[in-house]
């Protein structure tokens, strides 16, 4: 996949700025406008990467947190502290409200900084380094949910594309065994698309092994 700094540019390219709308009409007007601006990011990621919205591959999603971050740093900023006596971490203030400049002998603590390190890193953070991790923690908590908000969202919209067209009338009601007839073929999709990947954890021969298994158990009488 070629998608890496290709999506990751993308997206905080075709970022709107805030602007409040002058009436309900105006209102509407921008709302509009920022659904075709999501379908047309969705539409994007989906040509990169043939698995979404169904699956979010590793790749993707770090190529996708690579965008979201560059955006939550324009909105949240960097903090700046000094090292004090013992070791104790005093704030110098934000980088927005300081307009980036630098206060002297301050230290930088950013989402770049945060994720930098590695999840074992950040584990023993809280041993070696317990002020830093209650420094750290809140920025790696407060940007995993705005990333899973966002992906939720180009989710919908993607799927909002491959519905687009669709009857929305409601078929019959599938009997049980069409359910997980249904199921079982949508998971070993899955799971070639999860082994072309190189995930190690999956293997459709084994997958198709165990749905046999599975249907010659079920219709025992």
């Known amino acids: 996949m070629n998608a890496?700094?290709?999506?990751?540019?993308a997206i905080p390219a075709t970022t709107l700025e805030v602007v409040i709308p002058t009436s309900v009409k105006d209102a509407a007007y921008?709302?509009?406008?920022?659904?075709?601006?999501?379908?047309?990011?969705a539409r994007y990621v989906m040509d990169n990467d043939a698995s979404f919205p169904d699956e979010v591959s590793k790749e993707l999603k770090a190529d996708l947190n690579a965008g979201f971050m560059l955006r939550a740093t324009e909105l949240w900023g960097d903090e700046f502290y000094k090292i004090g006596d013992g070791g104790t971490y005093i704030p110098l203030g934000n980088s927005i409200v300081l307009k980036n400049e630098t206060p002297q002998g301050s230290i930088r603590v950013g989402l770049s900084y945060c994720f930098a390190m590695s999840q074992q890193e950040f584990g023993q953070l809280k041993n070696k380094d317990?002020?830093?991790?209650?420094?750290?923690?809140?920025?790696?908590?407060?940007?995993?949910?705005y990333s899973h908000n966002n992906i939720a969202a180009l989710k919908?919209?993607?799927?909002?594309?491959?519905?687009?067209?669709?009857?929305?009338?409601?078929?019959?009601?599938?009997?049980?065994?069409?359910?997980?007839?249904e199921m079982f073929s949508t998971y070993d999709k899955r799971a070639k698309n999860a082994e072309a990947r190189n995930d190690e954890t999956a293997s459709p021969l084994r997958f198709r092994v165990a749905v046999d298994a599975f249907w010659s158990a079920y219709n025992k009488k």
């Open 4 to 9: 890496k700094t290709k999506i990751a540019t």
């Open 30 to 41: 921008r709302f509009a406008k920022t659904g075709e601006t999501s379908a047309t990011i």
């Open 130 to 145: 317990p002020q830093l991790h209650s420094i750290v923690k809140p920025m790696r908590d407060r940007f995993s949910k």
């Open 156 to 181: 919908l919209a993607a799927r909002a594309l491959l519905n687009d067209g669709k009857s929305r009338e409601r078929g019959a009601t599938k009997n049980f065994s069409e359910a997980l007839a």
